[in-house]
């Protein structure tokens, strides 16, 4: 029924609505991504990069659908931007940062390479591990 769908939000929604996420992990193209990762896309410039332009969006249809939104109108849309993601390899992997307790950078992740076979959040996590140690010892 109709009546009972949700209206879609735009990314910027989302962007600033984390404590509304109806899910914690999205998959984009064949790769899954946790919320940090989500937000992180969400947040960064699309700067004329279409891939970012492309996950910003599919991002929120995929939120709006696990809302409650009608999935119809936007289901065609949603494969065949997962069709791209998959056929091109699309990583979308924002830049992270790791900054000590002076608040200078140590870390700066600006590479979009993922390891066949590695999530997003366990390659950032065994990265960012690696600089901790580094600087604790």
């Not at 940090?36 to 659908?65: C, E, F, H, V, W």
């Not at 993922?114 to 997003?120: D, F, I, M, N, S």
């Amino acid at each position: 029924d109709p009546d009972e769908y949700v209206c879609p939000l735009s990314h910027g929604y989302w962007k600033n609505h984390l404590d509304v996420w109806p899910l914690e992990t999205l998959m984009l193209g064949d790769l899954e991504y946790d919320m940090i990762s989500l937000m992180g896309l969400l947040q960064m410039p699309t700067r004329g990069d279409a891939s970012i332009n492309l996950a910003k969006q599919l991002i929120a249809a995929k939120l709006n659908i696990a809302l409650g939104s009608n999935p119809e109108p936007a289901e065609d849309a949603i494969a065949d931007a997962d069709a791209i993601g998959e056929a091109y390899s699309i990583n979308f992997i924002p830049g992270l940062l790791v900054v000590d307790g002076a608040g200078q950078v140590v870390y700066r992740r600006r590479s979009t390479n993922l390891p066949a076979g590695k999530t997003v959040s366990a390659q950032w996590a065994e990265e960012v591990r690696q600089v901790l140690n580094k600087l604790v010892r």
